[in-house]
Protein backbone atom coordinates (compact mmCIF):
# COMPACT_ATOMS: atom_id res chain seq x y z
CA UNK A 1 0.00 0.00 0.00
CA UNK A 2 3.04 2.07 0.74
CA UNK A 3 4.28 1.61 -2.74
CA UNK A 4 1.38 2.51 -4.44
CA UNK A 5 1.22 5.92 -2.43
CA UNK A 6 4.35 6.72 -2.99
CA UNK A 7 4.14 6.01 -6.93
CA UNK A 8 0.85 7.91 -7.01
CA UNK A 9 2.32 11.17 -5.05
CA UNK A 10 5.01 11.01 -6.76
CA UNK A 11 3.43 11.27 -10.46
CA UNK A 12 1.23 14.09 -8.96
CA UNK A 13 4.58 16.18 -7.81
CA UNK A 14 5.94 15.95 -11.40
CA UNK A 15 2.67 16.79 -12.89
CA UNK A 16 2.02 19.66 -10.75
CA UNK A 17 5.41 21.65 -12.01
CA UNK A 18 5.52 20.44 -15.38
CA UNK A 19 1.75 21.13 -15.53
CA UNK A 20 1.31 17.97 -18.46
CA UNK A 21 3.74 19.47 -20.94
CA UNK A 22 3.33 17.47 -24.03
CA UNK A 23 7.01 15.23 -23.70
CA UNK A 24 5.60 14.81 -20.01
CA UNK A 25 2.59 13.51 -21.14
CA UNK A 26 4.14 10.84 -24.06
CA UNK A 27 6.83 9.84 -21.47
CA UNK A 28 4.10 9.07 -18.53
CA UNK A 29 1.84 7.52 -20.84
CA UNK A 30 5.56 4.46 -21.64
CA UNK A 31 4.82 1.21 -20.36
CA UNK A 32 6.96 0.51 -17.14
CA UNK A 33 8.65 -2.96 -16.53
CA UNK A 34 7.56 -4.98 -13.93
CA UNK A 35 9.77 -6.22 -10.82
CA UNK A 36 13.33 -5.29 -10.43
CA UNK A 37 13.52 -4.14 -14.15
CA UNK A 38 15.05 -0.61 -14.24
CA UNK A 39 13.09 1.59 -15.84
CA UNK A 40 14.75 2.55 -18.56
CA UNK A 41 14.88 6.65 -19.85
CA UNK A 42 12.44 6.61 -23.48
CA UNK A 43 13.85 8.51 -26.57
CA UNK A 44 11.38 11.41 -27.14
CA UNK A 45 10.99 13.47 -30.14
CA UNK A 46 12.12 16.44 -28.67
CA UNK A 47 15.84 15.05 -27.82
CA UNK A 48 16.35 14.08 -31.28
CA UNK A 49 14.33 17.44 -33.26
CA UNK A 50 14.93 20.11 -31.00
CA UNK A 51 17.68 22.44 -32.43
CA UNK A 52 18.88 23.29 -29.02
CA UNK A 53 19.77 19.48 -28.25
CA UNK A 54 21.31 18.79 -31.99
CA UNK A 55 24.63 17.67 -31.18
CA UNK A 56 24.47 17.33 -27.55
CA UNK A 57 25.56 14.61 -25.66
CA UNK A 58 22.17 12.79 -23.67
CA UNK A 59 23.71 12.54 -19.94
CA UNK A 60 22.59 9.61 -18.13
CA UNK A 61 20.29 9.62 -14.74
CA UNK A 62 23.07 9.90 -12.38
CA UNK A 63 25.43 12.14 -14.33
CA UNK A 64 22.75 14.61 -15.26
CA UNK A 65 21.23 15.05 -11.66
CA UNK A 66 24.54 15.91 -10.33
CA UNK A 67 25.39 18.21 -13.25
CA UNK A 68 21.74 20.07 -12.43
CA UNK A 69 22.76 19.94 -8.63
CA UNK A 70 25.98 22.00 -9.84
CA UNK A 71 23.91 24.01 -11.85
CA UNK A 72 21.76 25.20 -8.94
CA UNK A 73 24.69 25.89 -6.80
CA UNK A 74 24.66 22.67 -4.76
CA UNK A 75 28.00 21.27 -3.49
CA UNK A 76 28.64 17.40 -3.85
CA UNK A 77 30.47 15.59 -1.29
CA UNK A 78 30.49 11.63 -0.26
CA UNK A 79 30.25 10.52 3.44
CA UNK A 80 32.87 8.16 5.04
CA UNK A 81 30.01 5.76 4.70
CA UNK A 82 30.25 5.85 0.25
CA UNK A 83 26.61 7.78 0.90
CA UNK A 84 26.30 10.83 -2.04
CA UNK A 85 25.46 13.92 -0.38
CA UNK A 86 24.89 17.45 -1.49
CA UNK A 87 24.18 20.38 0.42
CA UNK A 88 22.14 23.16 -0.62
CA UNK A 89 21.59 26.54 1.49
CA UNK A 90 23.44 25.43 4.84
CA UNK A 91 21.08 21.71 3.88
CA UNK A 92 22.11 18.47 3.91
CA UNK A 93 20.50 15.67 1.29
CA UNK A 94 21.44 12.34 0.80
CA UNK A 95 20.57 11.18 -3.57
CA UNK A 96 20.61 7.52 -4.96
CA UNK A 97 20.22 7.48 -9.06
CA UNK A 98 21.99 5.47 -11.30
CA UNK A 99 23.37 5.46 -14.60
CA UNK A 100 20.15 3.58 -16.78
CA UNK A 101 17.20 4.04 -14.36
CA UNK A 102 14.47 7.15 -15.09
CA UNK A 103 13.89 7.53 -11.05
CA UNK A 104 16.14 9.43 -8.43
CA UNK A 105 15.76 9.65 -4.99
CA UNK A 106 16.39 12.54 -2.17
CA UNK A 107 16.48 12.49 1.12
CA UNK A 108 16.44 15.54 3.65
CA UNK A 109 17.17 13.44 6.61
CA UNK A 110 17.20 14.55 10.91
CA UNK A 111 15.68 17.40 10.55
CA UNK A 112 13.43 16.77 13.83
CA UNK A 113 14.43 14.24 16.72
CA UNK A 114 11.31 13.86 19.49
CA UNK A 115 12.59 12.17 23.00
CA UNK A 116 11.41 8.12 23.13
CA UNK A 117 10.69 8.62 26.77
CA UNK A 118 8.37 11.96 26.04
CA UNK A 119 5.13 9.45 24.93
CA UNK A 120 3.16 12.55 24.22
CA UNK A 121 5.72 14.35 21.80
CA UNK A 122 6.28 11.14 20.36
CA UNK A 123 2.29 9.87 19.78
CA UNK A 124 2.40 13.94 18.45
CA UNK A 125 5.05 13.53 16.22
CA UNK A 126 3.01 10.03 14.59
CA UNK A 127 -0.14 12.45 13.96
CA UNK A 128 2.23 14.97 12.43
CA UNK A 129 3.75 12.78 10.29
CA UNK A 130 0.09 11.20 8.80
CA UNK A 131 -1.06 14.65 8.40
CA UNK A 132 1.92 15.89 6.07
CA UNK A 133 1.94 12.77 4.01
CA UNK A 134 -1.55 13.29 3.18
CA UNK A 135 -0.67 16.77 1.86
CA UNK A 136 2.48 16.64 0.81
CA UNK A 137 4.45 14.97 -2.59
CA UNK A 138 7.11 13.60 -0.03
CA UNK A 139 7.07 11.09 2.07
CA UNK A 140 7.78 11.64 5.75
CA UNK A 141 9.32 8.49 8.36
CA UNK A 142 11.26 7.92 11.68
CA UNK A 143 14.12 6.12 12.58
CA UNK A 144 14.81 4.79 15.85
CA UNK A 145 18.24 6.00 17.68
CA UNK A 146 18.94 3.78 20.46
CA UNK A 147 22.55 5.26 21.13
CA UNK A 148 20.34 8.69 22.06
CA UNK A 149 17.36 6.89 22.47
CA UNK A 150 15.33 9.60 20.20
CA UNK A 151 13.28 9.12 17.22
CA UNK A 152 14.51 11.37 14.49
CA UNK A 153 12.33 12.45 11.58
CA UNK A 154 13.30 11.92 7.62
CA UNK A 155 11.70 13.20 4.45
CA UNK A 156 12.31 11.50 1.08
CA UNK A 157 11.23 11.90 -2.77
CA UNK A 158 11.26 8.98 -5.26
CA UNK A 159 10.63 10.92 -8.64
CA UNK A 160 11.35 10.89 -12.51
CA UNK A 161 14.35 12.90 -13.60
CA UNK A 162 15.22 12.38 -17.26
CA UNK A 163 16.81 14.69 -20.11
CA UNK A 164 13.40 15.49 -21.64
CA UNK A 165 12.19 17.22 -18.77
CA UNK A 166 12.04 21.48 -19.23
CA UNK A 167 13.39 23.44 -16.78
CA UNK A 168 15.58 21.02 -14.53
CA UNK A 169 17.04 23.84 -12.41
CA UNK A 170 13.48 24.94 -11.19
CA UNK A 171 12.31 21.32 -11.09
CA UNK A 172 15.34 20.49 -8.71
CA UNK A 173 14.53 23.61 -6.52
CA UNK A 174 11.17 22.81 -6.83
CA UNK A 175 11.46 19.37 -4.73
CA UNK A 176 13.88 20.68 -2.41
CA UNK A 177 11.52 23.63 -1.33
CA UNK A 178 8.93 21.46 -1.24
CA UNK A 179 11.13 19.20 1.83
CA UNK A 180 11.52 22.44 3.38
CA UNK A 181 7.76 23.47 3.18
CA UNK A 182 7.00 19.57 4.81
CA UNK A 183 9.41 20.17 7.15
CA UNK A 184 7.73 23.52 8.41
CA UNK A 185 4.13 22.12 8.07
CA UNK A 186 5.25 19.18 10.71
CA UNK A 187 6.58 21.18 13.19
CA UNK A 188 3.41 23.84 13.01
CA UNK A 189 1.11 21.06 12.80
CA UNK A 190 3.28 19.29 15.94
CA UNK A 191 2.55 22.69 17.58
CA UNK A 192 -0.91 22.72 16.94
CA UNK A 193 -1.36 19.02 19.22
CA UNK A 194 1.05 19.58 21.74
CA UNK A 195 -1.22 22.98 22.43
CA UNK A 196 -4.42 20.48 21.67
CA UNK A 197 -2.84 17.97 24.75
CA UNK A 198 -2.09 21.23 26.92
CA UNK A 199 -5.64 22.33 26.93
CA UNK A 200 -7.22 18.66 27.87
CA UNK A 201 -8.53 18.66 31.07
CA UNK A 202 -6.55 16.40 33.55
CA UNK A 203 -7.76 13.22 34.74
CA UNK A 204 -8.45 12.87 38.21
CA UNK A 205 -6.47 10.03 40.04
Excluded at 115 to 120: A, G, R, S
Aim: aromatic share 12%.
Amino acid sequence: MEIIITAIATCVLVCLFLRLSPTTKKFLATEQPQGDKAYKQPDTPNDKESPNTAGQQKLNTRTLLEQTLKDIGAKLQTTPDAYSVFEYQGCYFYYNASEDCAIISLTFSNWYGVPLDNIDLFSAAKQAMNTVNRNNGTSTFYSIDKVNNEANIHSQCNVIFVNGIPAKEEYLKYLIRNFYNTRNEFCAEIEKIKAQYENEPQKSV
